[in-house]
């Protein structure tokens, strides 16, 4: 195994490019204008006004479609980017009928990809990473056997004992490896999370302490 500071560099590298290369349901086009998409969303206008709003849904207006994305896939990763602690249900469904549970669920890794990497170099005193031309290829479009209904707003896995934030984008399991990857590079930097008597600067409960308000201030569903 290498450094921490390689293994968290290979985890950014793989979650870069696979935000241009095609994935679950969506093609590298796709993906990389989603990406674009998530960025967009921290200054772009509409967003901010939902943001400041008592209620999202009390603003007018609507994200246009781009070359590659529908208005709706759009909007999907603009409100995951921007206000993900106010999504509703009924929204959810809407959507989710619209674009299909797979797509849907990719698009909402996709903004998690996007946001992960991008927080790291700033947290880091970095720019974004470059997004490169996306890669040419079909989408894998293949739905895991071992998914069903467990009280989420998508199939996700039903393998017993899975944590629900481990599991959350089981549904499309091309981006949930480099969703994976990179949230085990950061986080645990390859460790068992069994093991609560990690060998670091910061002890076992301090990371936890760190993650559980970091992911309140991000206003993480789980």
């Known amino acids: 195994m290498g450094t921490v500071v390689e293994l968290i560099d290979e985890a950014v590298g793989i979650v870069v490019e696979s935000l241009v290369e095609p994935g679950d349901w969506l093609t590298g086009a796709q993906r990389r204008e989603a990406a674009l998409e998530a960025r967009d969303a921290r200054t772009n206008e509409l967003d901010r006004r939902r943001a400041e709003a008592i209620s999202p849904f009390a603003v007018d207006g609507r994200h246009e479609p781009t070359a590659a994305l529908s208005a709706d896939a759009v909007d999907v990763v603009h409100r995951i980017a921007s206000d993900p602690g106010r999504l509703t249900r009924t929204w959810a469904d809407r959507m989710i009928g619209s674009l299909g549970e797979e ?7 996709v903004a998690a990809c996007t946001a992960v990497v991008d927080s790291f170099a700033a947290a880091m005193g970095a720019d974004e990473p470059e997004l490169g031309p996306p890669r040419p ?8 056997k071992d998914v069903g209904e467990v009280g989420a707003w998508v199939a996700q896995s039903t393998t017993p004992g899975a944590a629900n934030v481990s599991r959350s984008l089981s549904l499309v399991p091309v981006t949930n490896r480099a969703w994976v990857g990179v949230v085990q590079a950061m986080y645990s ?3 068992d999370f069994a093991n609560l008597s990690w060998e670091r600067a910061l002890t076992r409960p301090q990371v936890e302490l760190v993650a559980a308000r970091t992911t309140a201030e991000l206003e993480c569903f789980y």
């Open 103 to 109: 797509t849907y669920t990719e698009l909402v890794g």
């Open 189 to 191: 930097r390859g460790a």
């Open 137 to 144: 290829g079909e989408p894998a479009r293949e739905r895991p």
